[in-house]
């Protein structure tokens, strides 16, 4: 499709409204950090920090290869800490007949009754 600029407001643009190659959609370029937003990375930062710091040390994994790898992005590493430190998920299935409804269940037990109670089961 051809490219064909058109001038809005100081911004380039194709005729289905897309930035054209080489222009940016910051012709002014990307906004200072305010102090504010640095001070709120620097917060942030540093309570990742004390957060790792304190699961490692409740945990007792400090510096262990799996500390090191959660650190790395690895994602498998990352849930067997939250798993050590959470405990695993709870997982319920349950079982159905047809359209949901109870599984029929017939039980025999006539012959653990005789071996308990004898042949003359009847005062039961």
């Known amino acids: ?8 407001t ?9 930035f054209v190659k080489g222009h940016s959609g910051h012709p002014e370029g990307m906004p200072a950090f305010t102090e504010e937003r640095k001070m709120k990375r620097k917060v942030e930062r540093d ?16 510096g262990t290869t799996l500390t090191t790898e ?7 590493a990352c849930k067997e800490i939250n798993n050590r430190a959470l405990g695993m998920p709870k997982q ?4 159905g007949g047809i359209d949901g409804e ?23």
Do not use: C, W
């Open 47 to 62: 309570l990742k920090a004390e957060f790792t710091r304190k699961m490692e040390e409740s945990l007792g994994i400090s």
């Open 92 to 95: 319920t299935h349950e079982v």
């Open 10 to 18: 100081g911004i380039v643009r194709d005729s289905q409204g897309k």
């Open 1 to 8: 499709m051809k490219q064909e600029p058109k001038e809005k």
């Open 102 to 124: 109870a599984i029929p269940i017939e039980l025999t037990v006539s012959k653990a009754i005789e071996k308990i109670y004898g042949e003359d089961n009847e005062k039961l």
């Open 70 to 76: 959660a650190k790395k992005g690895n994602i498998v």
